[in-house]
């Protein structure tokens, strides 16, 4: 455990979370959902940028203005107005990355770069989008959820560097270990049991908050081992390095990415929270 790099990694997050919180408590309490729309479309157009860095490492061209245009347009649309209208931009912009593609690149390069920027404007705005549904919610869902993906990152990250020793998938990455793993779903667990709408029948919620810690905990490793693919396979350690101790925002909301739906889906369908 490099003492620079942690004191860079706990600065960030003493700096971060008030402030993201911050954002969507104020939202909340005095009605601006505008504040929401600017801060997950900010987000997603850092993470869409240093996306199109990774690809293009990979010589995969993408049409660099229409994607990173259409990515705070959807978030936007999505998290302020009717999000039949941000359907309506998602899949226009997924027509165009493929007419840009085919016509302006030969068959071969227009069907990756077809592939690959249809797939990061599913990957990044479309499933940020799902953010919306947690902040309509009520506040302390989206806290419980971040306590979630924060206690995964931060219990992996110091239980894997103190007693690591197991490798989880080396060829993919050197530094994961199913000590981590085990140290993450443990904290995502602790993370879970806060929220305050469910303790109000607490005996029957308990078992639903453990295991929404425990299932969103592990997609939470699943979208770090996702992004830890992509880097490996463009050649790079960070996507960016906007972030000190965590690289780019891209590195920092992997795992939330691969989450959003999961902590929806369990809270909607199995609980009927939303």
């Not at 997603?44 to 860095?53: C, F, K, P, T, V």
């Not at 705005?125 to 806290?143: A, C, D, K, Q, T």
Request: net charge positive; glycine share 14%; with cysteine.
């Amino acid at each position: 455990m490099n003492p620079k790099t942690l004191g860079y990694r706990l600065l960030t997050a003493v700096v971060a979370i008030p402030a993201v919180l911050g954002v969507f408590w104020s939202a909340e309490q005095f009605g601006q959902d505008w504040l929401v729309g600017v801060l997950v479309s900010a987000v997603g157009l850092i993470a869409g940028w240093e996306y199109l860095y990774l690809v293009g490492r990979l010589e995969i061209p993408l049409p660099r203005e229409l994607f990173l245009g259409a990515i705070p347009a959807f978030l936007m649309l999505a998290g302020l107005w009717d999000g039949r209208y941000a359907l309506v931009v998602g899949w226009g912009v997924a027509y165009l990355i493929v007419v840009y593609s085919f016509f302006r690149r030969g068959p071969r390069e227009g069907f990756f770069a077809s592939l690959a920027g249809i797939f990061g404007f599913l990957y990044i705005p479309g499933l940020l989008s799902f953010i919306y549904l947690l902040y309509r919610g009520g506040f302390w869902y989206l806290v419980q959820f971040f306590l979630i993906v924060w206690g995964y990152d931060t219990g992996a990250y110091f239980v894997g560097s103190l007693i690591g020793r197991h490798q989880l998938l080396p060829r993919i990455s050197l530094a994961k270990t199913w000590e981590g793993v085990a140290g993450g779903l443990a904290f995502a667990a602790l993370g879970a049991l806060v929220c305050p709408p469910l303790w109000e029948e607490s005996s029957r919620y308990l078992p639903h908050m453990l295991a929404l810690g425990v299932g969103v905990g592990a997609f939470v490793q699943l979208g770090d081992l996702f992004e830890s693919l992509l880097k490996r396979a463009a050649g790079v350690k960070d996507a960016g390095r906007l972030l000190p101790g965590h690289g780019g925002v891209l590195d920092r909301i992997d795992g939330l990415l691969a989450a959003l739906p999961i902590y929806f889906f369990y809270m909607h369908f199995l609980l009927g929270r939303f």
